[in-house]
Each structure stands twice: as C-alpha cells, then as structure tokens.
C-alpha cells in the first residue's frame, strides 16, 4: 500500500485537492479529521462517490451521508452517557464524584448504497461484522 497525502490547511486548500484528484491515482480516501476538515465532509464524500473511491469516515454519520464505511464513537450511546452525568450532579453529585467511564467499543456501519454505486461486492463475513447497515 502507497499512502499518498495532500497536506491542506484551509476549506479552499481542501476544495483544490479533491478537485485535483486523478484517475488512478489512488483507490480509496481517509483523512485526518479535524474541525475543518469535518465542516467540509459533504463535499469530501460527494467527491468520492463522483470519483468512485471508497471513502472510510471517521465516525457513524460520515456514513449516513455517503461514505462507503464509518467507523467510531457512536454519539447516541455518548449523549446517553452524558445525560446520565447530567441527572446524577442535578440530584446534588458533585462532578468530582463521578467515576471516569469509557465507552467498550467502537461502532462499525456499511453503508450498502454508496458499494452500489461504486460497483462494489461487500464480503458477507464484513457484513456480518457491521453493527449497522444502510440501506
């Protein structure tokens, strides 16, 4: 596997690398997510799909608009996580009095529509790994 990066430091820096992406070039797309690159990750995947490159996401809702996979913290299972926190300081706990917890895993979520359109055959053996599949 060759990694070939495009260092970018702004929305339009991002615009001009995806845009100046050749055929053949490379076969698939992840990054680095950061708040700029996250604000941006629409045109990112609509890139991908236009380009027909499998696109991993760095979480569950990448894949809901589009990317080929999603994997990550699912924030369902956070938000109920924190309001838990939430209830347990407004019945007078103080915060410093909570126990530190993690989440036990991450969430992986395929989403079948984007493998359609990418000419794409998912092994059933990834299939059957997924927690979540899109239809």
């Known amino acids: 596997m060759t990694l070939v990066e495009r260092p970018v430091a702004s929305v339009s820096e991002l615009s001009k690398a995806l845009q100046a992406l050749q055929a053949g070039e490379v076969d ?3 990054y680095v997510s950061d708040a700029m690159v996250t604000s941006q990750m629409k045109a990112v995947v609509d890139t991908a799909i236009a380009r027909k490159l499998p ?14 996979a999603g ?5 369902r299972i956070i938000g109920r ?5 939430a209830e347990r300081v407004l019945q007078g706990t103080a915060p410093g009095d909570l126990p530190i917890e993690q989440l036990d895993r991450l969430h992986f979520v395929i989403n079948l529509k984007t493998a359609k359109a990418l000419g794409l055959t998912i092994p059933p053996s990834l299939l059957a790994r997924a927690d979540e599949l899109i239809q």
């Open 81 to 85: 996580l924190l309001a838990r926190y």
């Open 71 to 75: 994997y990550g913290e699912n924030y």
């Open 55 to 68: 696109m991993m996401g760095a979480n569950l809702f990448h894949a809901g608009i589009g990317a080929l």
């Open 28 to 30: 698939g797309i992840t």
